[in-house]
């Protein structure tokens, strides 16, 4: 029997829960969630084997119109994982006309000769009729190979979806050791679960300024705990007592939110601190971007 392996791009706006089809599949939470829009800022290489295949995934920043220079990573990003890949996703979660933001997308794809799957996810939200509408709009769009309704959260359809992955990947080897999930450092995973929590928990206007930092991750000898020590940055003065608030409960709150993922994750338990420093404009400086791990991912 031939071994096929691939890589498989899944684009779309901010917040139609490319995220949430990506754990589905891989059957663990390895990319951060939030209603917010803009959660991922990175390309991140996720890895899902079993005995006839190997995808690896690249879940993108949301495309959308940036205003910064953080912005500008993230959409260079997602643009760039576009290319060299095997088959790539597109997401939309809108059951009316594509709008301005979708229609970027498509004239993007339009262009692009790989296989191109339209998937259309939160079929659990809408009428069956509004989904076949749906379609019957996306049909136009004749270079897609299959459109395939689906609902990321709830899982429906998702196992269908992953058959037709299968089926336009190339023969190939295993890329990655068979128990590979991800090639993200356990520590770029402990920074981006604390930050969902802030993500989640946090004013509209305050997450979108935020990133986290690890300074320091040891287990201790002849225990079985982990000590994590962690810095949430944020642009505003006025931001910082919010993110700590009145007598630190929303920083607890924060931290014991992530402290449950995070022991999820590594199978042990977790005594983790957290410390609140203000970097004004971070988001527009290279050098802080860098330290924060944005706009270094090179695809394949």
Not at 10 to 24: A, D, E, H, Q
Not at 128 to 149: A, G, H, N, S, T
Not at 209 to 220: D, W
């Amino acid at each position: 029997m031939s071994f096929k392996s691939g890589f498989i791009s899944i684009v779309g706006r901010p917040n139609v829960g490319k995220s949430t089809l990506l754990n589905n599949i891989l059957g663990e939470k390895m990319v951060i969630i939030s209603s917010k829009p803009q959660t991922t800022r990175n390309v991140i290489r996720c890895v899902h084997t079993t005995e006839k295949y190997q995808m690896i995934f690249l879940d993108t920043p949301g495309i959308h119109k940036p205003k910064n220079r953080l912005g500008n990573i993230m959409v260079d990003g997602a643009a760039s994982a576009m290319k060299d890949v095997d088959v790539i996703l597109f997401l939309m979660d809108d059951m009316k006309s594509p709008g301005p933001g979708d229609r970027f997308i498509l004239d993007a794809l339009k262009d692009v000769n790989i296989p191109r799957i339209l998937v259309i996810n939160k079929i659990d939200t809408v009428k069956r009729e509004d989904i076949l509408e749906k379609i019957d709009i996306m049909k136009e769009y004749e270079f897609f190979e299959e459109i395939v309704p689906i609902s990321a959260s709830t899982g429906e359809n998702v196992d269908r979806l992953v058959e037709i992955m299968e089926r336009y990947l190339p023969e190939g080897p295993m890329y990655f050791p068979e128990d590979t999930i991800t090639e993200q450092p356990e520590k770029v995973i402990v920074a981006e679960m604390i930050r969902e929590k802030a993500l989640i928990s946090l004013d509209e206007e305050i997450p979108h300024g935020i990133a986290v930092e690890i300074m320091s991750m040891k287990e201790r000898k002849n225990s079985d705990i982990m000590d994590i020590e962690a810095t949430i940055y944020t642009e505003k003065k006025s931001h910082k007592g919010i993110i700590i608030g009145k007598g630190g409960a929303m920083l607890k709150k924060i931290g014991t939110m992530a402290r449950r993922d995070i022991e999820n994750l590594l199978g042990i338990r977790v005594n983790l601190q957290l410390w609140v420093k203000v970097k004004k404009d971070w988001r527009d400086k290279d050098f802080d971007l860098k330290s924060f791990g944005y706009g270094q991912d090179k695809n394949r």
